[in-house]
């Protein structure tokens, strides 16, 4: 399935495709998490983080800007920088 057939679902209320983005790129996003911070705890937050912001705004992604991995894991970066580094 496409992003933009994703994201079409997503912006349409259909849940199921929001497991679909979790089942397809979660563990790029909890990956990018727990090495930014070191913490599984954060990483499991910030990855419910992104998943949320997808969900409440579908639109807010452009296909023609990158894929979807690449804006989620973008988010994950950016939500891992503002925690403190776990050691």
Not at 54 to 78: K, M, T
Request: proline letters at 3%; aromatic letters at 8%.
């Amino acid at each position: 399935m496409s992003d933009m057939d994703l994201c079409a679902r997503l912006a349409a209320g259909d849940l199921d495709a929001l497991a679909d983005a979790y089942d397809e790129h979660s563990r790029f996003v909890f990956g990018v998490a727990v090495e930014v911070t070191g913490s599984r705890a954060y990483a499991e937050e910030i990855t419910q983080n992104v998943f949320v912001a997808l969900w409440e705004r579908p639109l807010s992604y452009d296909p023609g800007l990158g894929s979807l991995r690449g804006r989620l894991v973008s988010r994950a970066l950016h939500e891992s920088a503002l925690r403190p580094k776990v050691s």
